[in-house]
């Protein structure tokens, strides 16, 4: 099978390269007008392209905006990892820290990053893809303090970094909207601590347990 190329590139190459246009063109949109009134024809238009090469990669526009999150949620994520890989296991609080902070900086840096997280809350479809990005979050919380306190279980951490994570995403978003009365240094701080609170809550109930039985 002969595979045609067009200046260097083959088919499939270009495909992804328009894919990826149109995923790049959607956060500006997102950025300039809001989930709600997100178009195909307005991101056809931010880059570049005819309304035929839309249909080349999505079915939808909301199949557009469910692939758009999920590049900005997967990177926020890696950020998060990267970050909090940097530091020693045993160091629970800066470890926390530095992945909430390296999401917080993400959505503060990128407004458009922002407004897409804050509005998909009050999207069918995005809302689902929220709460994945929740568990995702919430199961790197449950790693971190596993490895800094290996008597602990992962699955036994399950309830409470959700309730953590969901608790902090939110936390981030009133302080995006300017309706925390804190800066950004002192938010990470009670985050971080909060997670340091948690661990040292399991560590005491394991322990409780432990003498019970």
Same mark, same amino acid.
């Given at each position: 099978?002969?595979?045609?190329?067009?200046q260097?590139?083959?088919?499939?190459?270009?495909?992804?390269e328009?894919?990826?246009?149109l995923?790049?063109a959607?956060?500006?949109v997102?950025?300039?007008?809001?989930?709600?009134?997100f178009?195909?024809?307005?991101?056809?238009?931010?880059?570049?392209?005819?309304?035929?090469?839309?249909?080349?990669?999505?079915a939808?526009?909301?199949?557009?905006?469910e692939?758009?999150?999920?590049?900005?949620?997967?990177?926020a994520?890696?950020?998060?990892?990267?970050?909090a890989?940097?530091?020693p296991?045993?160091?629970?609080?800066?470890?926390?820290r530095? #992945?909430? %902070?390296a999401?917080?900086?993400l959505?503060? $840096?990128?407004?458009?990053? @922002?407004? =897409?997280y &804050?509005? !998909?809350?009050?999207h069918?479809?995005?809302?689902g893809r929220r709460q994945?990005?929740?568990?995702?979050?919430?199961?790197?919380?449950a790693?971190?303090?596993?490895?800094?306190?290996?008597?602990l279980?992962r699955?036994?951490?399950?309830l409470?970094?959700?309730?953590?994570?969901?608790?902090?995403?939110? #936390?981030? %978003?009133?302080?995006?909207?300017?309706?925390? $009365?804190?800066?950004?240094? @002192?938010? =990470?701080? &009670?985050? !971080?601590?909060?997670?340091?609170?948690a661990?040292?809550?399991?560590?005491?109930?394991?322990?409780?347990s432990?003498?019970?039985?």
């Amino acid at each position: 099978m002969v595979t045609r190329t067009f200046q260097g590139a083959s088919a499939a190459e270009r495909v992804a390269e328009r894919r990826a246009r149109l995923v790049a063109a959607a956060l500006d949109v997102v950025g300039e007008r809001g989930v709600r009134d997100f178009t195909m024809t307005a991101v056809c238009r931010a880059a570049g392209l005819t309304e035929r090469y839309f249909y080349e990669s999505f079915a939808r526009r909301e199949d557009l905006l469910e692939a758009l999150f999920d590049s900005v949620a997967a990177h926020a994520l890696d950020l998060a990892v990267r970050a909090a890989d940097a530091v020693p296991p045993a160091r629970l609080e800066e470890r926390a820290r530095a #992945a909430i %902070g390296a999401t917080t900086t993400l959505l503060g $840096d990128d407004p458009r990053a @922002a407004r =897409l997280y &804050r509005e !998909a809350i009050g999207h069918p479809e995005l809302a689902g893809r929220r709460q994945d990005t929740i568990a995702a979050f919430a199961a790197l919380l449950a790693r971190l303090i596993a490895q800094a306190h290996p008597e602990l279980r992962r699955e036994d951490l399950q309830l409470t970094t959700v309730v953590l994570t969901g608790g902090v995403i939110d #936390a981030v %978003g009133f302080w995006l909207d300017g309706r925390l $009365d804190a800066d950004v240094d @002192a938010l =990470l701080t &009670r985050c !971080a601590r909060l997670v340091v609170a948690a661990a040292d809550q399991h560590r005491h109930d394991t322990a409780q347990s432990t003498e019970d039985r």
